[in-house]
């Protein structure tokens, strides 16, 4: 079946960090301005790095047509890699975000004074 090789995990990716952060996790990452703001700078590298390792013209990495949408944009970049790339980066934040908070509410240990 077209598209199931790299396009399915691709969405469901997205489906399931998207998942766990709205029923699970429940950071609020989605309404940051920071949040959004750090997927336009991974966006910013990625286009140019991406776009210049599937350049059709002289691909340095391939891809089975047959495993993908064939959607390419722009300078030759599946479609799919920005899915992969929106899932993992957001899922690395959602724990940094999970451990952060983790972190503010545990209670700070207390030391305990030398018996005399």
Known sequence: MTGLGY???AVLAVVVVCAWEVW????GLFRRPSYWISMAIMLGFQIPVDGW???LSAPIVLYNE???TGIRFP???PIEDFLFGFAMITAVLLLWERYRIRDRQAPIPQTQEAPR
Do not use: A, N
């Not at 699970?24 to 950071?27: E, H």
């Open 75 to 77: 300078w030759d970049i």
């Open 7 to 9: 396009t399915l995990p």
């Open 53 to 55: 390792l599937t350049k």
């Open 24 to 27: 699970g996790l429940r950071t």
């Open 66 to 68: 047959q495993h993908t």
